[in-house]
């Protein structure tokens, strides 16, 4: 790894997230809160670090594939580390890890929060820190890539390096092209629920800050009972629609708005993902109705958003699931652990890999009845080769040997059980809410300092797919 590589572009980063720190501040001027300095002191320190690499260090395109992961996870962390500054700054309940946590967690989309009062914070933090979400959900690098210069093969690499393996596969255009319907769908999405939410009856202010949340499939609100607050039924179903298509593959919603909705509804994935989800909420309306909730209709409506809410990563919540049947949570802890498609901003192992888990399984069991049979597995008409079955399967162990060792972590540190499970689970998957303590209306506050550090490295772990920490580690290993 060439060290003045990292730094161009860890530059680059930090002036394009020195420039959202500005818009921030930006709003708190508006609202005349109390964050207005400490964003803008946080915006300063970043622009003055990222300004001195642009100056001084030459471009360079030839970035192999490994310096392309040491970058992205490099500038993951750089990214994380400028988002606690306006948190410290200001002080409030943020103690360092505490700060690192929330930070880690807008920037992964996890959306799991310290925080026991949200609406104590100022306007300008509460937007940065759906801000975080926003930049985070699309891919910092990714971000980055499409609104700068072309960067020839650099930025290929770069980008190749951020995105999901199954997410790069499935999109059948150049970089530059995919960059594209990335970023379009994105801020289409964005625009597009922002006034939606208006015209239900949120304040701009709220219909940016869930908007920007919900595409992101992030889940920070800027209320303390989350979408709960605002009694809503028209709001819960606007944001339970974008929450679905958010956890589609951008590729097929972009070929869709285009005025090809075919591909969307012939991918077998697409067709698992919302199927498994109609699935999912049946199960859960069913196992919530008569102890819980007393209509079908309540039960439908709360049920149908925390499944999806889990499902797709984002963790919102109109209701308190800690205390629901052992059944329902079972089921949405599937789902926390599945999460949507690739190539969306959703978190967890992916539809697409659990697709491809149950077609070797029946391939397995095919070849132990017929043992000279030659089988090939499909999914959609495309041959899925052994080499990628087997990196499934592995990163698919990788990813629940990552959460029972958080887990362990956690319960070693006193964290009950369902909690520190749970809770590993939905920071691993990007979901943030799990259940005990740590539920749809409750906090990660309680857990142990040194549990927050646990965590924070988990929702990197998720949030990265494992393997590009792991590169990245070992790249440092051999210096």
Known sequence: MRPHILFRYSGIILLFNSAFLLLSSVISLYYHDAALLPLLYSSLIAGLLGIFPILFVPPATDISNNEGF????????????????????????????DAWFESVSGFTTTGATILEDIESLPCGLLFWRATTHWIGG??????????????????MVLYRSEMSSLATESFRYRTKKTLQIIVMTYVGLTLAETIALRFCGLSLFDAVTHAFATIATGGFSTRNLSIAAFQNPAVEMVILFFMLASGLHFGLLFAAFKGEPRKLLKSPVARYYTAGMMIGIALVAWAVHGDIFQSWGESLRYGAFQLISL???????????????????????????QCAC????????????????????????????????????????????????????????????VVFVSSLLLSALGVDVMSAFSGAAACMGNVGPGFGAVSSL??????????????????????LEIFGVILFVSAWSRR
């Not at 490099?74 to 890890?97: D, E, H, Q, R």
């Not at 699309?138 to 930025?155: D, E, K, Q, W």
């Open 138 to 155: 699309i891919g910092i690098i990714v971000f980055t890539l499409s609104v700068i210069p072309s960067m020839g093969r650099a930025g």
């Open 342 to 401: 690739a190539g969306s901003t959703s978190g967890g192992i992916k539809t697409d890999r659990i697709l491809i888990f149950w077609k070797g399984i029946l391939k397995r069991v095919t070849i132990t009845r017929h043992p000279h049979a030659v089988i090939t597995t499909r999914i959609g008409g495309a041959a899925i080769e052994d080499d990628v079955l087997e990196a499934v399967l592995l990163y698919i162990g990788l990813y629940v040997g």
């Open 70 to 97: 040491t970058i992205v996870v490099a500038n993951w962390l750089v990214s994380c580390l400028v988002g606690i500054l306006p948190y410290v700054l200001w002080g409030g309940p943020f103690t360092l890890a």
């Open 442 to 463: 409750g906090n990660f506050s309680g857990i142990p300092q040194a549990g927050k550090w646990v965590l924070s490295v988990t929702m990197l772990m998720g949030r």
């Open 311 to 337: 499902g797709t990563s984002t963790g919102f919540a109109t209701a308190d699931s800690a205390g629901w049947p052992g059944f329902a949570q079972l089921i949405m802890i599937f789902f926390t652990l």
